[in-house]
């Protein structure tokens, strides 16, 4: 695993956890930081989020309803740690996007072009590189989250990445 400090807690089961409890080491992410402006924003926003561990294999989004971060079981306990780690950055992106008052899911735009979604892309694709992980492991992280090529596509390219398909 390339990612410093970073932790998973795989053995966790179905329920309401703390989001570190779960996840550690986030605290060291420059990445982070800028996401949430400031080691004390982010340390104060991170120390109340909840993570709830779900019993399906979905993987990890925010439940805008609930102020939730949830996972799916199959998914923590057998994602790549480098993929759950830029699952919990791109994730967080949301939490500030929608702590903001940003529409997290405005239906005037399709899931590829929705302005949260390519923020949320952008800076994971910024971290991924940043920790060691080349275009055809990005293109591989991005391929769980594409509905098909052509939408993969079309988010490779309003992103930057550049492997090939």
Known sequence: MRVRNFRV????????YRLTDVFGGLESSSSL???FG?????????????LSVEPNDSGLWFDR??????VGVKHLKGAKADFLYLDVIHVLVHVCQFLEGRDLYDQAFEYVERPTELE????????ARKVGLDEAEILRYL????ADDSELG?????IGVKARR
């Open 9 to 16: 807690r795989r053995d966790a089961e179905i329920g309401e």
């Open 33 to 35: 930081m800028k996401v």
């Open 38 to 50: 400031s080691r004390s924003e982010m340390s104060k926003t991170m120390a109340h989020l909840k």
């Open 65 to 70: 309803d609930t102020g939730t971060i949830c």
């Open 120 to 127: 949320a892309y952008r800076c994971t694709v910024a971290e």
């Open 143 to 146: 391929r769980m989250d594409a």
């Open 154 to 158: 079309k988010l490779m390219d309003k």
